[in-house]
């Protein structure tokens, strides 16, 4: 069981600039982020994997970069540039199986919000 701990999240305008953090209780083999708004389906934002691949959602390529600390055992997303269909809350999962984009099982923090405001 891998306990996962999320932060960083918070209220900024149009252009500024957010960095989550995610803390893992253990190992993990892949790490990610995916957000949710009120009425909408989970999206996929961005995910790293253990040896080092990484994705983005089209959305974000570009002002999204998901890096990793493996002696912290933490996981980062520095999101610049940031808009109003940014807003959301924000998931940091890992271990699941399939496609990053569709991940299945695996664990998942509580979450933090982000709020973009123009």
């Known amino acids: 069981q891998v306990q996962l701990q999320e932060s960083g999240g918070g209220s900024v305008q149009v252009g500024e600039s957010l960095r989550l953090s995610c803390t893992a209780s253990?190992?993990?083999?892949?790490r990610g982020w995916f957000r949710q708004t009120p009425g909408k389906e989970r999206e996929a934002v961005a995910a790293?994997?253990?040896?080092?691949?990484?994705y983005y959602a089209d959305s974000v390529q570009g002002r999204f970069i998901i890096s990793q600390d493996v002696e912290k055992a933490t996981v980062y997303l520095q999101m610049n540039n940031l808009k109003p269909e940014d807003t959301g809350m924000y998931y940091c999962a890992s271990d699941w199986t399939g496609l990053w984009s569709r991940p299945k099982g695996g664990y998942w923090g509580q979450g933090t919000q982000v709020t973009v405001s123009s």
């Open positions: 253990g190992p993990t083999s892949s």
């Open positions: 790293a994997y253990f040896r080092g691949r990484t």
